[in-house]
């Protein structure tokens, strides 16, 4: 089960470091524009907001990635729990103040990962 979690684990942690990709050098890219649905001079202004959200979640990533190869199984599992619980509350606020669909990209699967994790 453990296993299981840490996948999971692992799979919220390349998804916020694709966000970081997608924020931080792709916004204004034509992949960049047409998920998050912005025109180039909207994507152009808001490129330094972006930024600064993609590194933030490269953050998450790297506490994440952290918690995964961390030696003391007690600490790790306390550290994947914070950076979950940090990544669930980004989503839900993500999810009210822009876009439901970030409940379901990032809240949901850090959510199924934490269920894991206290099961495992």
Known sequence: MIV???????LVAVLHVYFLILEMFLWTKPVGLKTFGNSQERANAMAVLAA??????????????????????????????????????????????VSRRILFVQAAPAALALIMLYLA
């Not at 600064?52 to 550290?79: D, E, K, T, V």
């Not at 669930?88 to 999810?95: N, P, R």
């Open 52 to 97: 600064n959200q993609g590194l933030y979640n490269g953050f998450l990533a790297a506490g994440l990635l952290w918690g995964l190869f961390h030696s003391a199984p007690a600490f790790a599992f306390q550290i994947k729990v914070f950076f979950l619980l940090c990544v669930i509350i980004a989503g839900a606020y993500g999810a009210y103040s």
């Open 4 to 10: 299981i979690a840490n996948v999971l684990v692992a």
